[in-house]
T-cell receptor, first 113, second 112 residues
Framework: QQQVKQSPQSLIVQKGGISIINCAYENTAFDYFPWYQQFPGKGPALLIA?????SEKKEGRFTISFNKSAKQFSLHIMDSQPGDSATYFCAASRGKGTYKYIFGTGTRLKVLA | GAGVSQSPSNKVTEKGKDVELRCDPI?????LYWYRQRLGQGLEFLIYFQGNSAPDKSGLPSDRFSAERTGESVSTLTIQRTQQEDSAVYLCASSRPAGELFFGEGSRLTVL
């Protein structure tokens, strides 16, 4: 019930393409779903987050799509760039900053120039 | 400092030795988290401190692991009698109540 399942494990995309990473959760008490971006040797940094009262959130080239009934959410990176090459983690929590975050296993994205 | 500070950044130790990892959160952040990241793996929750409340220790993998936090300041993660499977990056994060998580750059532990 505490798991967050993330796929794919790795992803290679051509420059300008769309990168899509998917996550699924089981615990319906989760109500905050952030995505983190991690570059080698650095800690994860918040990229974008969504709450279940909306089905989509867009910030620049990054979009989260949320399907509450299916308990799934996904990250779309439009016009992917080589600088987007990093590891991406989805996470889920009961509230923002008030409870432990459960992280997915990560997706290593490589964008080819 | 401006961000979450962790030390040491790298630690190499021999099996059976004790290690202490330190986290200095962002000033004013009441919540503090420790996560473990094994090579190529996700972030594994270890422990969560929130103000003066009892910590959530549900993620600590064994009684060799312990963590303390004094008030809303520095936290120390202690691993006793280290084993090779303890080798990982230990990440600390802090947040304001209902705020975004900010991570440090981690402490890389290698147990020989």
């Amino acid at each position: 019930q505490q798991q967050v399942k993330q796929s794919p494990q790795s992803l290679i995309v051509q420059k300008g393409g769309i990168s899509i990473i998917n996550c699924a959760y089981e615990n319906t008490a989760f109500d905050y779903f952030p995505w983190y971006q991690q570059f080698p040797g650095k800690g994860p940094a918040l990229l974008i987050a969504i709450r279940p009262d909306v089905s989509e959130k867009k910030e620049g080239r990054f979009t989260i799509s949320f399907n509450k009934s299916a308990k799934q959410f996904s990250l779309h990176i439009m016009d992917s760039q080589p600088g987007d090459s990093a590891t991406y983690f989805c996470a889920a929590s009961r509230g923002k900053g008030t409870y432990k975050y459960i992280f997915g296993t990560g997706t290593r994205l490589k964008v080819l120039a | 400092g401006a961000g979450v500070s962790q030390s040491p950044s790298n630690k190499v130790t021999e099996k059976g030795k004790d290690v202490e990892l330190r986290c200095d959160p962002i000033s004013g952040h009441t919540a503090l988290y420790w996560y473990r990241q094994r090579l190529g793996q996700g972030l594994e929750f270890l422990i969560y401190f929130q103000g003066n409340s009892a910590p959530d220790k549900s993620g600590l993998p064994s009684d060799r692991f312990s963590a303390e936090r004094t008030g809303e300041s520095v936290s120390t993660l202690t691993i006793q009698r280290t084993q090779q499977e303890d080798s990982a990056v230990y990440l600390c994060a802090s947040s304001r109540p209902a705020g975004e998580l900010f991570f440090g750059e981690g402490s890389r532990l290698t147990v020989l």
